[in-house]
């Protein structure tokens, strides 16, 4: 656990990335120097904040966007980090070895080392959201890493909707839950479908934070990305948001500007909240074990 036990100030940058690597590093660079202006001591990046969503397509060409550890996304966010006093939530595609490749986000501390490193669990399949074909799950588990700002917990998208993630990160002792996301609308079923979508999204992490008594931090990405001519692309609905442990919302972004959101994360409300709907203390663990069996038959 961190020693330091004093409140502290979150912030997750909601941005359009759909440019090359290198304009988005020095993009993100930029922004991240914003937030830290403007107070921010922990700060997140939307997932695989480097390139285009590429998983529109199967497409092996799109390999190049991944970077081995400790290279140039490490490096360039390891002495930000270091310079502005923060700590950064990097989310990257990892080049782990020939043909392994992850889903990952390095959470950077305060003095530019590596606070942890987090490769996403849950890898979806959709029409045009073709993560599997690109990224093997990840095989570290769920934690919470110790900063010299607090406990933070990083999860990424499609984790966003399963409970028992969160509920693993929260229980090893984080404060916040960061959720690095690159979710949106696919335009010909926004009219129909788009706001359950959206709202299902938003709610499913809002009862993470109330079950586990925990802030959540959801960092989306922006703009329409149609990289593939013959398709509609895919609309990033934005809306990036901060929760705190009720699941109250302390602030939320449009569905379509480059925004930084900021929250402070006060651990004597935390505590206060966790002492009044006491969830965690009335879990009955003697009785949770078939959650580890697919389907209870």
């Given at each position: 656990m961190s020693s330091n036990?004093?409140?502290?100030?979150?912030?997750?940058?909601?941005?359009?990335?759909?440019?090359?690597?290198?304009?988005?590093?020095?993009k993100c660079i930029k922004w991240v120097k914003d937030a830290a202006k403007q107070g921010a001591e922990v700060i997140s990046l939307p997932e695989l904040y480097s390139s285009h969503y590429f998983c529109q397509?199967?497409?092996?060409?799109?390999?190049?966007?991944?970077?081995?550890?400790?290279?140039?996304?490490?490096?360039?966010?390891?002495?930000?980090?270091?310079?502005l006093g923060v700590v950064i939530i990097v989310p990257f595609f990892e080049k782990r070895m020939a043909g392994v490749y992850h889903n990952s986000a390095y959470i950077i501390d305060t003095d530019g080392s590596e606070a942890g490193l987090y490769r996403k669990m849950h890898i979806p399949d959709d029409p045009h959201f073709y993560e599997k074909f690109y990224f093997t799950p990840?095989?570290?588990?769920?934690?919470?890493?110790?900063?010299?700002?607090?406990?933070?917990?990083?999860?990424?998208?499609?984790?966003?909707?399963?409970?028992?993630?969160?509920?693993?990160?929260?229980?090893?002792?984080?404060?916040?839950?960061?959720?690095?996301?690159?979710?949106?609308?696919?335009?010909?079923?926004?009219?129909?479908?788009?706001?359950?979508?959206?709202?299902?999204?938003?709610?499913?992490?809002?009862?993470?934070?109330?079950?586990?008594?925990?802030?959540?931090?959801?960092?989306?990405?922006?703009?329409?990305?149609?990289?593939?001519?013959?398709?509609?692309?895919?609309?990033?609905?934005?809306?990036?948001?901060?929760?705190?442990?009720?699941?109250?919302?302390?602030?939320q972004a449009s569905v379509d500007q480059e925004e930084i959101l900021i929250a402070e994360v006060d651990l004597s409300l935390q505590e206060n909240v966790r002492q009044n709907w006491p969830f965690l203390r009335d879990r009955r663990i003697d009785k949770y074990g078939d959650i580890t069996k697919r389907v209870i038959d």
């Open positions: 036990r004093n409140n502290y100030k979150i912030a997750v940058i909601q941005l359009n990335l759909n440019n090359t690597p290198e304009n988005n590093l020095e397509s199967e497409d092996v060409d799109n390999f190049a966007f991944a970077e081995p550890l400790y290279s140039t996304s490490f490096n360039a966010f390891s002495a930000l980090a270091k310079e990840g095989d570290i588990g769920f934690k919470s890493f110790p900063t010299k700002k607090g406990n933070v917990g990083t999860l990424i998208c499609w984790d966003q909707w399963y409970p028992e993630a969160a509920r693993l990160t929260a229980l090893q002792g984080a404060e916040v839950l960061f959720y690095p996301t690159a979710i949106g609308w696919h335009p010909q079923e926004k009219e129909e479908f788009g706001t359950n979508q959206q709202g299902a999204w938003m709610n499913v992490m809002r009862g993470h934070a109330v079950a586990n008594g925990i802030y959540v931090a959801a960092a989306n990405r922006i703009g329409l990305e149609k990289y593939l001519p013959e398709t509609n692309g895919i609309e990033f609905w934005g809306s990036s948001f901060i929760a705190g442990p009720q699941g109250e919302i302390l602030a």
